[in-house]
C-alpha cells in the first residue's frame, strides 16, 4: 500500500508539472491558437495504404491499450472487445492509478510491496487493467428486433451495385476519402457471393447501402428519383447502422459520413449536420481526433490503419465545417482538441516500397489542400463570431484588435495559396480525364478561399465602420476590393460547378456561395449599380438557374438575387437601396479585375 501510495504521489507530481507546461504554451498572435502538429509534407511513403491481406487487419485498430497512458488520452478496451477513447487530465491519473495495478506494475515493486507473497500469484492476478469502470465487461446493449438484420435486408440486382459503385469511386472517392477502394471492393465481392442468409457484418453492409446512395444522386434525373435519389438505400444503411446500437467501429463513422454527404445533395441541410455531428462524435469515440504515441501504435494498429483512419476523421470533420459554415451553425468540434496529423497524399493504388519520398501530385492533393485550407476557414469563422459579440457587447477596444487577427488570417489564407499545388491550381487548364478529380478540388477550394475572404474582410469593414480601425492593409487591396474581387472569383469559378462538383455539402456551398457573392457585388456597389457590375450579378443568376436540376435550392437563391438586382436598378433616390459596408464603392476601383488574381495583385492564381 505504501508503495501504491508513492507512485500516487510521483503520478500527481507529473500531472502538476505538465499543468505548468501546459499553461506556458505560446499561442498565435492575432488569431486562435491551434495545437501543433508536423505538416502533411512530412509524412512520407511508409505512411500509404498498401492493400492488406485481410480486411480485419485494414479496419481493426485491435491492439493492447495497457502501456502508459499517453498524453493524448487512452484507449480503453470496451465490453465488445473494441477501443474507445478516454481523455482528459483527470483520467489520465486514474489510468495511470489503475495500470501501477497490473501484473507488470507489480511486478516492479514485487519485493518491496509483498515480499512473502510469490512472484507466480501476482503475475497471475485478475486485475484487467484494460477494461475501466466506463466499460464493463460483457455488459452488452441487448439486441433490437424491430431493426432488420443485415441478411434481412434485400440488395439491388449486381448490375445496379456494380455501377452505383463504380460511378461512387470514379466521381466521390477523392473529394471524400472515407473508404480505402481495394478494401471496400474486396468485402463487397465477399458480400455478392454469401448466399442471402448468410450473417454478413451489418457495418459493412451499412456502408455499402450509404455509396449507394451517395451514387444514386449521380445518375441522370429521369434514371433517379425526383426529388431524393437513393431513398432506399438511405433508409436501409440508416437501419442497419441503428443495429449496430453500443458498438464503437470505423464502419459506423463512414455509414454516418456518407449519409450526411448524401442528404446534403438533397438539400436537405439540417439533416446533414445533424449526422455530420454524429459522424464526428462517432470518430472522437475511436480517438481518430488524437495522434496517440509510437508506444501505442506498435502494438497493432497499422501505418496503412493509421493513415485511413486520418482520412476518415479529416473527411467527416471538413464535412461538418462546410455544413456549420453554411448554415452558421456550431461546429461538432474544437480544434484544441484535435491534433490528428492531414493524411498522407498517396493514393489508394500507390504502393509503399517507393523510394521517393516526396511524391507527385495525386489526387489526395486535392482533399489534403482543402483541408488545410478548412483550418484557416474555421479560424475566420470563430474571429468573426467574436467580433460581432464585442460589437452587440459595446466592446469596441476589443473591436479595434481585430486589425491584427485580420492581417493574420488574410496572410494565412494568401500563403495557403502560393503553396497550393500546381495541379490543383492550374486544373481548368487541362482536359484530360485523369485529372478530372484535380479540377473539381480546385473548384471546390478556391469556392472556400473566396468565401473565407469575404467572411474576413466584410465582418472587417463593418467594424472598421463603428471604429477608428483602418479599413486598408499595407501593400494590398482595401478589404472591400478584396470582397469584390473574392465575390468575382465565386462568379468565375460558378461556370464550372453544374460540371464538376457532385451533389454533396460541396455543391450546397457551392450553390450558397455563389448567391452570396451575387449580393456582396451589390451591396458593394453604388446605386445604380455600373454596367459591369449588373453583367456579373445576371451571370451569377443564370448559374445558379442552371443548378436548379441538381440542387432544389439554387431556384430560391436565383429569385432573390433577380429581385435584389431590380431594387438596386430602380429602387428611388429618397429610398437608398442598404449597403452592407457602410458606403458606395468608387466603380472605378472595380472595373477591369481578373477573376482568380492574388489579392496581392500579382500573380494570377487560376487561368481558365
Known amino acids: 500500500m505504501d508503495a501504491l501510495m508513492g507512485k500516487m504521489d510521483r503520478t500527481a507530481d507529473s500531472f502538476q508539472r505538465q499543468t505548468e507546461d501546459q499553461s506556458a504554451l505560446p499561442r498565435k498572435p492575432g488569431g486562435v491558437s491551434r495545437p501543433d502538429r508536423p505538416s502533411n509534407k512530412d509524412v512520407t511513403h511508409d505512411g500509404t495504404i498498401p492493400v492488406s491481406d485481410s480486411d480485419e487487419e485494414a479496419t481493426s485498430a485491435q491492439f493492447e491499450a495497457n502501456g502508459p497512458a499517453d498524453h493524448e488520452g487512452h484507449l480503453a478496451e470496451d465490453s465488445y472487445g473494441n477501443l474507445r477513447y478516454v481523455g482528459g487530465s483527470s483520467n489520465r491519473i486514474f489510468i495511470e492509478a489503475v495500470q501501477s495495478l497490473a501484473?507488470?506494475?507489480?511486478?516492479?515493486?514485487?519485493?518491496?510491496?509483498?515480499?512473502?507473497?510469490?512472484?507466480?500469484?501476482?503475475?497471475?492476478?485478475?486485475?484487467?487493467?484494460?477494461?475501466?469502470?466506463?466499460?464493463?465487461?460483457?455488459?452488452?446493449?441487448?439486441?433490437?428486433?424491430?431493426?432488420?438484420?443485415?441478411?434481412?435486408?434485400?440488395?439491388?440486382?449486381?448490375?445496379?451495385?456494380?455501377?452505383?459503385?463504380?460511378?461512387?469511386?470514379?466521381?466521390?472517392?477523392?473529394?471524400?476519402?472515407?473508404?480505402?477502394?481495394?478494401?471496400?471492393?474486396?468485402?463487397?465481392?465477399?458480400?455478392?457471393?454469401?448466399?442471402?442468409?448468410?450473417?454478413?457484418?451489418?457495418?459493412?453492409?451499412?456502408?455499402?447501402?450509404?455509396?449507394?446512395?451517395?451514387?444514386?444522386?449521380?445518375?441522370?434525373?429521369?434514371?433517379?428519383?425526383?426529388?431524393?435519389?437513393?431513398l432506399e438505400y438511405y433508409e436501409k444503411a440508416l437501419v442497419l447502422h441503428y443495429s449496430t446500437t453500443g458498438q464503437a467501429a470505423l464502419e459506423a463513422v463512414q455509414c454516418l459520413g456518407l449519409l450526411a454527404l448524401c442528404s446534403a445533395g438533397w438539400n436537405t441541410l439540417a439533416q446533414s449536420w445533424k449526422l455530420a455531428g454524429q459522424a464526428v462524435r462517432a470518430a472522437q469515440d475511436l480517438g481518430l481526433h488524437v495522434n496517440l504515441s509510437a508506444n501505442a501504435m506498435q502494438h497493432g494498429r497499422g501505418k496503412h490503419v493509421q493513415q485511413l483512419s486520418r482520412r476518415v476523421w479529416w473527411a467527416v470533420w471538413s464535412l461538418d465545417r462546410i455544413l456549420s459554415i453554411c448554415l452558421g451553425r456550431p461546429m461538432a468540434s474544437d480544434d484544441a482538441d484535435c491534433t490528428c496529423d492531414l493524411p498522407s497524399e498517396t493514393d489508394d493504388d500507390e504502393s509503399s516500397d517507393s523510394a521517393d519520398n516526396t511524391p507527385a501530385a495525386t489526387?489526395?492533393?486535392?482533399?489534403?489542400?482543402?483541408?488545410?485550407?478548412?483550418?484557416?476557414?474555421?479560424?475566420?469563422?470563430?474571429?468573426?463570431?467574436?467580433?460581432?459579440?464585442?460589437?452587440?457587447?459595446?466592446?469596441?477596444?476589443?473591436?479595434?484588435?481585430?486589425?491584427?487577427?485580420?492581417?493574420?488570417?488574410?496572410?494565412?489564407?494568401?500563403?495557403?495559396?502560393?503553396?497550393?499545388?500546381?495541379s490543383i491550381r492550374f486544373a481548368a487548364n487541362r482536359t484530360d480525364a485523369a485529372h478530372k478529380v484535380d479540377l473539381t478540388m480546385c473548384v471546390i477550394t478556391y469556392m472556400l478561399h473566396a468565401a473565407s475572404v469575404i467572411n474576413l474582410q466584410g465582418s472587417f469593414l463593418q467594424a472598421a465602420a463603428s471604429s477608428s480601425v483602418p479599413d486598408e492593409h499595407p501593400d494590398c487591396l482595401s478589404a472591400k476590393q478584396q470582397c469584390v474581387q473574392a465575390s468575382r472569383s465565386c462568379i468565375q469559378t460558378g461556370e464550372l460547378v453544374l460540371s464538376r462538383v457532385p451533389p454533396s455539402h460541396y455543391l450546397a456551398f457551392c450553390v450558397h456561395q455563389?448567391?452570396?457573392?451575387?449580393?456582396?457585388?451589390?451591396?458593394?456597389?453604388?446605386?445604380?449599380?455600373?454596367?459591369?457590375?449588373?453583367?456579373?450579378?445576371?451571370?451569377?443568376?443564370?448559374?445558379?438557374?442552371?443548378?436548379?436540376?441538381?440542387?432544389?435550392?439554387?431556384?430560391?437563391?436565383?429569385?432573390?438575387?433577380?429581385?435584389?438586382?431590380?431594387?438596386?436598378?430602380?429602387?428611388?433616390?429618397?429610398?437608398?437601396?442598404?449597403?452592407?459596408?457602410?458606403g458606395d464603392m468608387n466603380p472605378s476601383l472595380m472595373a477591369g479585375f481578373d477573376c482568380f488574381m492574388d489579392f496581392d495583385e500579382t500573380n494570377s492564381a487560376f487561368q481558365v
Request: net charge neutral.
Open 514 to 582: 455563389l448567391a452570396l457573392a451575387g449580393v456582396v457585388l451589390l451591396y458593394a456597389s453604388s446605386k445604380p449599380p455600373p454596367a459591369d457590375i449588373v453583367q456579373d450579378v445576371r451571370a451569377c443568376a443564370k448559374q445558379l438557374g442552371e443548378l436548379h436540376g441538381i440542387w432544389s435550392g439554387a431556384a430560391r437563391s436565383k429569385e432573390i438575387l433577380e429581385q435584389l438586382l431590380n431594387a438596386s436598378l430602380y429602387w428611388s433616390a429618397t429610398e437608398p437601396f442598404p449597403d452592407l459596408f457602410g
Open 363 to 422: 489526387p489526395m492533393s486535392g482533399f489534403v489542400a482543402f483541408a488545410e485550407l478548412c483550418e484557416i476557414a474555421s479560424e475566420v469563422v470563430r474571429s468573426t463570431r467574436a467580433l460581432r459579440r464585442s460589437r452587440h457587447n459595446g466592446r469596441l477596444s476589443t473591436a479595434r484588435n481585430t486589425h491584427e487577427t485580420t492581417i493574420s488570417l488574410s496572410e494565412d489564407l494568401q500563403l495557403w495559396l502560393e503553396k497550393l499545388p500546381d
Open 103 to 230: 501484473p507488470s506494475g507489480l511486478e516492479d515493486n514485487l519485493e518491496e510491496c509483498h515480499p512473502t507473497t510469490p512472484s507466480s500469484t501476482l503475475t497471475k492476478s485478475s486485475i484487467n487493467v484494460a477494461n475501466l469502470p466506463f466499460f464493463v465487461h460483457n455488459a452488452r446493449w441487448p439486441s433490437l428486433p424491430w431493426l432488420p438484420k443485415p441478411e434481412q435486408v434485400t440488395r439491388p440486382p449486381r448490375y445496379v451495385s456494380d455501377l452505383l459503385v463504380d460511378l461512387y469511386f470514379d466521381h466521390l472517392h477523392y473529394t471524400f476519402p472515407t473508404l480505402h477502394k481495394a478494401q471496400f471492393r474486396r468485402s463487397y465481392e465477399r458480400m455478392l457471393v454469401n448466399s442471402p442468409g448468410h450473417n454478413n457484418d451489418a457495418g459493412f453492409v451499412s456502408v455499402f447501402f450509404a455509396v449507394c446512395a451517395c451514387a444514386s444522386g449521380l445518375l441522370p434525373r429521369q434514371l433517379a428519383s425526383s426529388g431524393f435519389p437513393g
